[in-house]
C-alpha cells in the first residue's frame, strides 16, 4: 500500500465519526453557539475559543459514538440529543428570566422545588412570552433538527444501507473509493484533510482551558473552587452543560461542608450565660480599607461621624486590626466559625458564633443586603452565603432574618424597624452592608454624593478624570456608609448595649502607584498587598449606658485598641461581651482579656504572616 493511501485511509477514518453523526454533530453545534451569543450581555465578549473548542468537544463526542456499535450509538446520540436541549433551554430561560445562566446558587434553588412548580416551569416553556423570547431561537433549532432528523431516517438508510461499525472500518484494508468517482473522492479526502486540520487546531487552542477546567472540578472544597476563579487564567464554563457539571460540582462541595457544620451544631453545649450586654450589635461592612477611613488619616472626610463619636469617648478606635482573607466568603466562614486560623481542622469542624448565642438564651437576628438565596447569584456569594441559608443552618443560627435586598443600605434600617419587635431582653444583631463593594457609583444615592472628579486634582494629579472620578465614587460611597452606620447606632445608644463595626477587608482605589481598583488574588501577598487590601477599620461603640453599667468592661475595651487582632478570632470577644461559657470560647483569642495571646500569628490567606511582612525600600 503507498503512502499516500495510508494517509487517504487515515484522514478518511478521522472524519468517519463526523460523518457518521454529521445531524447530530451540526445541530449541536449551531445549538452551543447561539447559547454563547444568546447569553451575552452588552458589557461582555464572547469567549474568543469558543468556535474551535465547541467543535474539539464534539468531535470527541462524537468519535466515543463512532466506538459504539450502531444500534447503542443511535440511542445514545438520542439521549445526548435531549439533555443537550434540555440543559439549553434552561441555561438560556435562566439568563432570560434573572438574568443570570445556570450557577450553583439557581441548582441549590431548584433542589428545592417541588414538582407542582417544576410542572409549571415546563409549562412556562410554551408560553408567549417565552416562545417569543431569546428561548425561541432554541426551540426553533430543535425544530428544524426533529423536521432533518425525520426526513433523514426515512430516507437516508434506505439510500445507503446498513453502515458498518467504526472499529470494524479502523480493521477494514483500505479499496479506495467505492464509487468511482475520481472528483467524488478528491472531494472527500479534502474535506477530510480540513476536518483534520481542524481538530488539530481545535486541541492545541483548547488544551489550556480543559486542563484549567480539570483543574476546577477536581477541588475538594468550595472555598478552593472560588479562589481559583478569582484567577485570570481560570476554567471558561463556555456552554450550558459545563456550567451544569460546575453547579453539580460546587453544590456536592458546599454539602460536605454543610454536613460538618450540622454535625458541629448538634454537639454546641453552654455551660451558662451571665448577659453581660444585654444587646450585642455587630455591623459588618463591605470593601472598606482603612487608609480611605477619615478616622485613619485619610485627607477626604469620609467618616465624619465616627470620627465625631470617636471624640465623644464612647466609640473606641482599634488601630492594629487585620482580615484573615481579601474575599468576603473566605471572611465570613472565618469569622462566623468557632475556628482561628492555626487551629486543627476546618472551619465547618466548628461551631458558629450565632448557633452559642441562640443556645444561651440570646435573640439573634440576621439583616444582610448580600446573602440571600436568589437565582442571578456570583459563586461568591454563593461560597459566602451557603452555610447562612441552609433551612438547617439558617434555623440553628438566627430567629429572624430579612427577606429581601436593597438596592441601598439604609433600606435596613426599616427591615430592623419591622423585626425589632421580636426581640427580647437579650439580643445579638447583624447587619451586613453592601457597603463600598463594586461597583462603586450605584453604592451612593445621587442625593447623597458630595465628592468630585475636581476635588482630587491637588491630591491625585497623577490619575486621569476617569480615575478621579471613580475614586470620588468610591469615598461618596465610604461616606454613605458612615450615615448608614450612624444610623444604625441611633437605635441602641439609647440602650445598654454595644455596637462593634468591622469590614470584610480593604479594597484598593488607585492606591500608590498600583493603578487599579478593586483586589488582587494573587497567591504572593507582599507589604503593599496586605497593607491596601487587609488593614481594616475597627472599633467598638459603648452606649453611654453600658459604660455606665460596665466601668470595667468599658475599660477593658479601651485598653484593648492598640492591640494585634485579626478578626477570624472575633466571635471570642463576642461571647465574652455577653457573659457566655462556653468549651468552645478560648481566652487566648479574645482581644479583651488578660489571656489573649497578642503574639498569634496573623496569617493571611493562610500563607502570610502579615507581621513580618516589610515595605519596600523608600517607604
Known sequence: MKVWQVIGRLLRLVAEPVRRNWVFFLFMYV?????????????????????????????????????????VSKWVRRLLTVFFYVVSLADVYCFVKFGSVLNPSMLMLVGETNARETSEFFASLLSADVVFSKVGWLLLIMLVHILVAIVGHTKWWKTHGRRQDYLARLKQPSRGDSSGNLSTGVLRLASSLVLAALLVWSAVSSWQ???????????????????????????????????????IRANQLAAQQIGKLVAAADKVVVDSC???????????????????????????????????????????????????????????????????VGQEGEWCDYPLFPQLFRKAGYHVTFITNQFLPKAKEAVYDFSGGFFLNNPVLSKSQFDERNEKLHVFDEDLIADYERLKARQGEHNLTIFHLLGQHVNYRVRCPNKKKKFRAEDYEEKRPELTLKQRKILADYDNATLYNDSVVDQIIRRFEDKDAVVIYMPDHGEEVYEGKRGFICRSHTAAIDYDLAHYEFEIPFWVYCSHSFAVSHPELYKQIVQARSRRLMIDALPHMLLYLAGIHSKDYQGAYNVLCDEYDEKRPRVLKNTADYDKLTPPVGK
Not at 453581660?276 to 455587630?282: G, R
Open 209 to 247: 482551558n480543559k486542563t484549567a477546567l480539570w483543574r476546577l472540578m477536581t477541588l475538594d472544597t468550595v472555598g478552593k473552587v472560588e479562589h481559583e476563579l478569582t484567577k485570570a487564567d481560570c476554567g471558561r464554563q463556555y456552554a450550558p452543560p459545563y456550567r451544569l457539571a460546575f453547579s
Open 31 to 71: 445549538l452551543g453557539v447561539a447559547c454563547a451569543w444568546i447569553e451575552l450581555h452588552p458589557w461582555e465578549k464572547l469567549y474568543g475559543n469558543v468556535w474551535l473548542e465547541l467543535f474539539f468537544d464534539l468531535y470527541v463526542i462524537c468519535l466515543l459514538l463512532a466506538l459504539l456499535p450502531r444500534k
Open 274 to 340: 451571665s448577659y453581660t450586654t444585654p444587646n450585642i450589635v455587630l455591623i459588618i461592612g463591605e470593601s472598606f480599607g482603612r487608609h480611605h477611613s477619615q478616622q485613619y488619616g485619610y485627607f477626604m472626610p469620609t467618616t465624619p461621624r465616627q470620627a465625631e463619636r470617636e471624640r465623644s469617648g464612647l466609640l473606641v478606635k482599634y488601630t492594629d486590626v487585620v482580615a484573615p482573607w481579601n474575599l468576603t466568603s473566605f471572611v465570613f466562614k472565618n469569622v462566623f466559625s468557632m475556628h482561628v
